[in-house]
């Protein structure tokens, strides 16, 4: 089994979220969905003999509402994961405030837990807990596994969805804006994408960039050789 090489840094790559998680994956679900979504009204459009007006539209009515959506899942999301912590954190906030001791003595026990002796576990506690602000930024991080000062900000998420999400499904569709008739065109540049966002990916995850890339090539031509066969089945039908 191959290993991946690891470069040793002093700092790390963000995980926690920010803006960086959902512009990539945007990107990633902006091209899959509307490249499979020009590829169903192309099925259906040629099965029909329509022109590619039909495609054009859809597919701004995809990256419109998709990139809308997208953006306001991910606003939820993460306004939802930060207004749990910060509810979380003003609980922390009064137990410190009217419970010292016992706060003190828990945070001594989570030390000892991780390895140091009750000795030296209480004496890191007590000076910890002189300052009421380094107490609860300990409290939290421990407690929660939050950093109290840097939580997702879901304006930051939301706009990089919407943003990313738009660009990857404007791939699918420029061939067309161009004067496209046909799906090839379309299909080159979003092959190409999708192994790029794949690449992209990798970044973001332990996966090398090739498999992800291929993967993700893999996935996005499933999902457009499905629906362009829908597509075409109900073009079909309808003719």
Known sequence: MSQRTFEIHHSHRDVNGGWLRPAVFGASDGL????????????????????????????????????????????????????????????????????????????????????????????VARELSRDPATALEVHVREELGVDMNDLPSPVTAAVSSFLSFS???????L??????????????????????????????????WLFSGTRQ???????AGVTYLVGSLVGSGIG
């Open 32 to 123: 899959v969905s509307n490249f499979a979504l020009i590829a169903g009204v192309a099925g259906g459009a040629a099965a029909t003999g329509a022109d590619s007006t039909a495609v054009v539209i859809a597919g701004l009515a995809g990256l419109v509402a998709g990139a809308a959506s997208m953006a306001a899942g991910e606003y939820v999301s993460v306004a939802s994961q930060s207004e749990l912590a910060e509810a979380e954190i003003e609980l922390e906030r009064y137990e410190l405030a009217n419970r010292p001791e016992a706060e003190e003595r828990e945070l001594a026990e989570t030390f000892q837990r991780r390895g140091l002796t009750a000795e030296l576990a209480g004496e």
């Open 167 to 173: 660009l990857g499904a404007l791939i699918p569709l």
């Open 175 to 208: 061939p067309y804006l161009f004067g496209a008739e046909s799906l090839a065109p379309a299909l080159v540049v979003s092959f190409v994408a999708l192994f790029g966002v794949g690449v992209l990916v990798s970044q973001v995850t332990v996966r090398s």
């Open 217 to 223: 090539l893999l996935l996005g031509a499933v999902a």
